[in-house]
Every structure is written in structure tokens, then in C-alpha cells.
């Protein structure tokens, strides 16, 4: 499985290029999954539901399972936030693993980069990051820039990138 980072400020538009990247990637016939780190307290449960009444009777995993789709709460317990590596053997076998956030991690990462955020290119201190996309020409870069409305070429890139092959 080959893991490709999406990283920018908030508001740069990271979840949006990543909800198009995913059906390019899709449709040249590569599977994927994505991992998405948040520095925010979040709790997809509701009071009331039985998973969460099996939380707070101490339960380390909860698991929801339909023939739809399957949601494992994970409690975790002490206030370590996991690894990304330590989730990789949860995930099932995908040909690429799309991750939005996880600023500190080794792999290879683009920025998505929207100077009206007001905020600085990230890639400066960064050397991980690969590419930028913007939604403007940003001359004199050092590495390469993508045109953040081109979905299509920013999919071949990463691609490319990942070094992936059709199977067949």
C-alpha cells in the first residue's frame, strides 16, 4: 500500500480536492482508502444509541456492523492518540491510502495552497511536500505546482508519484 499525504492550512480546501481526487483515482482503477487526521475532539456517537451506552460501560471497541458497512469506535484510553501506523493493519488492503493532515509523518505529501487563507506555503520548511496545488501561479517554486481545479492532472500526478500500476 502506498501512502500519499494531503496537507495545507484550514480552509485551503484540502477535504474538497480530496472528495474529487478519490473517484480519478477510482476510475483508473486503483483502490483507496483515506485516513484523516483532526486536532478537534470528535464524537460520531450520540447519547442514547446503544454503542454509546456500550462505550460508557467500558468498552475498548465498539463495532456497528450492517450489511451496509461496518464503524469500529475505538476508545482510547489515557489520551495517547494512535499512530497512523498503528491503524495501518486495521485498514483492509488497498492499492493507495490517501491521508488529509498527519503533518509530521515521513511520507510523501502535496499542499494545497490558497493564498487568500492568508496564511504561508507550508512546502518552505517542509521538504516531504512534493507539489503544490494552488488556485493561483506561484513562479519561482521550487518544487512542482498543479492547478488546484485540475483534478484530473493532480490524480496522474500522484499516480505517477506513487509509482502505481494497473494490475493486468
Known sequence: MKIFGLIGWSGSGKTTLLESLLPAVIRRGFTVSTVKHTSHAIDPDRPGKDSYRHRLAGA????????????????????????????????????????????????????????????????????????????????GLDRRVLDLSDVEAIADFVIAHCNLHEAG
Request: hydrophobic share 45%; aromatic share 2%; proline share 11%.
Open 60 to 139: 475498548t471497541d465498539v463495532v456497528l456492523l450492517s450489511s451496509a458497512r461496518m464503524i469500529l469506535f475505538h476508545e482510547v484510553h489515557g489520551g495517547t492518540e494512535p499512530t497512523l501506523d498503528a491503524i495501518l493493519p486495521r485498514l483492509a488492503p488497498v492499492d493507495l491510502l490517501l491521508v488529509e493532515g498527519f503533518k509530521n509523518l515521513p511520507h510523501d505529501r502535496l499542499e494545497v495552497h490558497r493564498p487568500a487563507v492568508g496564511k504561508p506555503l507550508i512546502c518552505t520548511t517542509d521538504p516531504r511536500i512534493v507539489a503544490v496545488a494552488s488556485d493561483v501561479p506561484l513562479p
